[in-house]
């Protein structure tokens, strides 16, 4: 299970809680964003295999696994293994192996779409068991996997996606070479992370969507100059974004940011405001 938080919720919500319209638009932007990143899935799958029904079939199956919804602040994204039958002519295993690797690429789009239409995300991921139901269109959540996700999220401080340990265990057990598909160590404390540029190779489209994440953060950044918190949140997320937009195989630094330093130096200025406004107190 993954659980998923949108930064800044609550700002957004004091300042369009009195406009119904704003409110509709960014429920629809939300809907959108999910479900386009499953439908995207789906439909490489099904050019990839047009030509093959049995196997476009199976792949509709593996994305049909996968549950997403939005839950106030949240995105919550499910993957219920062990209920899932396999096809007779796909071993259990493989088949297990390609519902996570369209779970993660799943995440990985949402997360890329999101970021270039709406803001930051920080989340967590993590295995365990997990009961769900809808009755009378109300949804019911009893999980272990989903409690230590929201841990995770807490853990993660910025924006990123944590993995738990037990996720890579499990992984390993599956295929070895599935965590360093979708992975990566974070150098500021070692922890494993959701990579969500890994994989993606130079594109119109992608370049599109990698232009507009960087129009996000410089006008974020313009907009949260002079607010720690804000600051600091956006700036982790932009070393992170120059890191994986300037090596191989984006290799794009038409989409990188060039003043990173001067951020950094404006986040030293305010953290020395605040903590002489703290020995003043």
Known sequence: MSYIDVLGYKRIVDKLIDQPAFIEELERLYYGISISALKELQDIALIENETDREVTAYYKKVIDSI???CI????????????IDSKKEFD????????VSAYFGTIKMFSQLFICKAGLLRGGISIGKH?????????FIFSQAHNRAC???KEARTPR????????????????????KFFYRDDEDGCLCLDIYKGIQASPRMNNILDDIKRWIEFNIKANWNNKKELGMIIAFAKYH???VNSEPINFPAASLEYI?????????????KGKKSKRK
């Open 261 to 273: 330093t001067k951020c950094e130096d404006q986040y030293k200025i305010l953290k020395k405001q």
């Open 72 to 83: 106030a602040d949240s995105f919550i994204f499910t993957l219920q293994v062990p209920e």
């Open 92 to 99: 259990e295993r493989g088949f297990i192996k390609d519902c």
């Open 161 to 180: 996606i944590r993995i738990d340990e037990s996720v890579r265990l499990y992984l390993d057990d599956i295929s070895s070479d599935l965590v360093w």
């Open 131 to 139: 009961y769900e139901s809808e009755k009378e269109q109300q949804l």
């Open 67 to 69: 549950c997403v919804r």
């Open 242 to 244: 120059n890191s994986r």
């Open 151 to 153: 841990e995770m999220e």
